[in-house]
């Protein structure tokens, strides 16, 4: 320290406790003061939150009709006997939504011959339904008011041997009913 005050160059005194003091009355926060920075807080928060939740694609997913009414191709097999028989056929078919909550789907599917509870997901881009049931899945492409898809399955009821030995592919072709 002498050294320094030798060559004319004097200390500087450096006094932590005035330099808080002066901080505090500088920075003194009224109650008031931290619910408007609480408040700000959370407007921020919910801002970037929403920014995000638009881009994960939640605003991409379609609301699904209600009814939807078309044709059902479907090829199906027999395999229990030596010479294996194949049906045919196309007939009129509806799918009914029960529930949508947000990309999951609940609905019932008839034509003359079955009726069935399904359930489905739409995909992240709201583009495809993919749908499983007793015995069997699919999928189907979403184009504004049609639903267009294959799936393939297996008879559900009866012996094992009838499961085992029938199985089915189908394809369906939709528009939604206003």
Known sequence: MRAIERFGIGLIKIDLRSILHEFDSYYVLTI???MK?????????????FLAQAQTGDSLIPV???????????????ASSKKPKVTT???????TILKQDGRHIEFIYK???YEAYEIGTISADGKLLEIA????????VISNSKLAGCGAGRVGDGLFSNWFNSYYAWCDELIAVK
């Open 133 to 140: 049931y007793k015995g069997g899945s699919g999928s189907y």
């Open 37 to 49: 920075r609480n408040v700000l807080s959370l407007l921020f928060t919910f801002s970037f939150s």
């Open 32 to 34: 008031g003061d931290m």
């Open 89 to 95: 056929q196309d007939i009129a078919s509806s799918l």
């Open 64 to 78: 699904l009709a209600k009814s939807w009414q078309g044709t059902t191709s479907e090829t199906s097999i027999n």
């Open 111 to 113: 034509n003359a011959n």
